[in-house]
């Protein structure tokens, strides 16, 4: 599920701008209908706070209707629009065998200039390509629903598997048969996060558990759940979790 909310995420930060999808067709679900996309990205008024403020209606006849008919009037591809808040999107139809299947929107400004004005235009270039490659790859995974699934669930089981030992990515690329580069790229086009990261996410998950329920040391637990010392231990709790072990083991520990 929401197999391409990471590359949609890693667009936005790259274009500083936030995508909202409009799947008139749903061809950004597999056939068992789960959504590839995050659902909140269906909606203006859950993605923005100005578009919440609007009246629903107008909203809907605005980004809808209206858009939609503009789109069957002039058949461009790419659009700015402006509603009557004055807030300004690109906009793309995407379309399959001549009919309208989604429509992105990039945004929102309100008065860009300079640099900001350039970006939108280079986004009226760059929108089109990512969606139509967004549309292709829904299409495959809906073809293939196996390979992201059977990665998603061997790249997992792994990591469950392996927390504790010294891996690398080239463990889990031979596992997978692929090359270290295409795991790499998999891994985080799956999860949201490199191999490395959802290594040690799951190693502070497990230490979390030891701190809050074992009487093991603090260094003990840092060497149960795979780390190489206690002192990167402690520098990597403190960094992902806001607090030292010792600290999180106080405030976490059952009071009998």
Not at 103 to 131: D, M, Q
Request: charged share 30%.
């Amino acid at each position: 599920m929401y197999d391409l909310e990471p590359a949609v995420v890693d667009f936005e930060k790259v274009c500083g701008c936030k995508i909202t999808v409009h799947d008139l067709a749903g061809v950004f679900a597999h056939r068992d209908r789960k959504p590839m996309l995050g659902e909140v990205r269906a909606s203006h008024r859950q993605s923005y706070t100005e578009c919440a403020a609007e009246e629903r209606d107008y909203c809907v006849k605005h980004c809808m209707f209206d858009f939609n008919r503009r789109v069957n009037e002039s058949g461009r591809p790419c659009y700015l629009k402006r509603c009557r808040r004055r807030l300004l999107e690109v906009a793309i139809p995407l379309y399959r065998q001549q009919n309208q299947v989604a429509t992105l929107f990039a945004g929102l400004w309100k008065h860009p200039s300079g640099a900001e004005a350039e970006r939108i235009r280079r986004l009226c270039n760059v929108l089109p390509v990512f969606g139509e490659g967004l549309l292709r790859r829904a299409e495959f995974l809906r073809r293939h629903p196996e390979s992201g699934f059977r990665y998603r669930d061997e790249i997992a089981g792994f990591v469950e598997a392996h927390f504790n030992r010294p891996v690398s990515v080239a463990d889990l690329a031979r596992k997978l048969s692929l090359s270290v580069s295409r795991t790499c790229h998999l891994t985080r086009t799956l999860f949201g996060k490199s191999f490395s990261a959802l290594l040690v996410a799951e190693r502070l998950e497990h230490a979390r558990i030891y701190l809050a329920s074992s009487d093991y040391r603090v260094g003990e637990i840092g060497l149960l759940c795979g780390f190489g010392s206690a002192e990167h231990f402690c520098r990597m709790f403190t960094r992902h979790c806001k607090m030292p072990p010792g600290e999180y083991r106080k405030t976490h520990r059952p009071t009998i």
